[in-house]
């Protein structure tokens, strides 16, 4: 009776013909079919709500992640990022990406809530005679609610105050919508995903509906905004705030139809990002082997540059020095840098216009001792570094990412200055979290379905860590923060420091996933990070005539970054939307 989500998606295009959604004043979408047709069958009502899904925009389509805004990455080819990054962002500057969920924020969003209004208004009189058409129907207004409560709570973690439209608007109408207090849109959010959570069920009879939106999905949510709400960045926080998220995180908990999988190595922990089926996902995106609902661009986004299969990506997203720094020993002591001693090295640049290689001789502080020995498995299941073997079945090979250091020395095919230099790493990283070494990346009618996990049991446990932190009941955070640690083979967290082990614990296991940006923005510690001591920088790797390879730090950033707390926590409604109404204000910005 149903059709899997991927297909229905496809499905609703295809028939409805439906236009893009460019703003939230839009008419009702009709083409091929009318809208007593629609509405008067259950199939195509819920065609058109696998329409509505297609604004859940996820990290690993397109070229733009939050992690590139953070400490954890460099963007090597901006893709607009530095909009944000260099601090240009205004009204009149607002895309922050090459992608419709950061590049044209606002209008995605609310093009998202308006087909939701639409479905929640319409599928009211859609039939449903028999009990099973009826748990149907309350499954798409359910998952109406969710979908909505998710679209708000996009716009509501970028730009705070927006306006709350809970209905649709015809062209003649009049739009006097203003922008709603902080915790009300909190609230609202709250309230659409209470009415989600009562018409969901907590797994779907039929395997064709694996993706949808579930009970937990919903309280999962709920329990994420309701922690925004509490944080400094969206107001006030209070002991009531912080009890409220508590609880909501704690209703996820104690549905125990989630679990953390265990893992024995770094690449059981790696390979849990590529199971669709892993036993702690509440919400993903899924794709499908035909490529129709799109596909992972991981491979082409995160892979070396240099030749060898897998090898022939775009080096896009490239994780910081600082951030590899940050991973602990496999013991849980904290990772301190071996000594430094001089190397006289032949040093390569290449002029990146001509391509033409200069050299001179030059003395650098570096270490040989390999800086990656030794240290927890997340290391190695979410960074690809020198000479870590990688790659598809037979084909792998070891990523060469250094550079020669005397004459005669070959350069490392993925370097800056190998085969594929321009496109080579300039932090010394790239990303392998996301990025399957089990798909035969030489088949090019293979497509990467790798899904993206857009809330996790981990994200759970760390959420509820936080409110018993903020609460004072330091002995309730520990186990939760130690469940994850000990999944990750680390010993347990002391307390000592609480807070400092719960960040440390929040930053590694939700890396490059879209949380940091989420959590330095509401812990109010962005202009800290974007700070000019802490501008990204990176790892250059020398291979000696012997053999040998030093391991350097060079202190210039690759990117230069520009934060002003006054204004560049929240992102600016673009001014096409002011336009619209002088009753929607800019604040902060004019």
Known sequence: MKKHILLCAALALSSFGLPSCSDILDQKPLDSYTDTAVWGDLSLAESFLNYCYLRVEAENTNGVMFCNYTDETYHMHDYGTSTYTQGRASCDNYNTGWTEGKGNTWSHYYGGIKLCNQLLEDIMDTPANTDSEKEWKNQIIGQGYFLRAYYYHMLYSVYGRIPLIDHTYDLDSEFKEERADMDDVADFIVADCDKAAELLPTVYKDASDFGRATKGAALALKGRVLLYKASPLFGTPSREKWQAAADANKAVIDMNIYSLKQVSNSDEYADLFFDSKNPEVIFEKLYDEKGIAGSSASLVMQAPAGP?????????????????????????????????????????????????????????QASDVNPWEGREIRLKANILYDGMLWGYGDSNREIELFEAGAKGVI????????????????????????LSSHINFYDDTVVDTTPWFFIRLAEVYLN?????????????ALKYINLIRNRALLPDATGKDIRTEYEYERTVELMFEGQRFFDLRRWKKMEETYSKEHWPTGLKIYKLQNGTKIYYHNPEAVQQRNFDASKN?????????????????AAPYE
């Open 308 to 364: 060898g299969n897998g090898y022939e990506g775009w080096s896009t997203w490239q994780p910081t020095y600082e951030i590899v720094e940050l991973f602990q020993n496999a013991d849980g002591t904290p990772y301190k840098p071996a000594e430094t001693k001089p190397f006289t090295i032949l040093q390569t640049t290449i002029d990146p216009d001509s391509g033409e290689a200069t050299q001179k001789e030059v003395t650098i």
């Open 464 to 476: 509820y860590a936080e409110c018993q932190i903020e609460l004072g009941n330091n002995a309730e």
């Open 569 to 585: 926590y929240w992102w600016p409604i673009p001014r096409y939307e002011l336009n619209k109404s002088t009753l929607l204000d």
């Open 411 to 434: 350069p490392g095919k993925d370097s800056r200055t190998g085969e594929t230099w321009w496109n080579g790493t300039k932090t010394g990283y790239n990303m392998r979290k996301f």
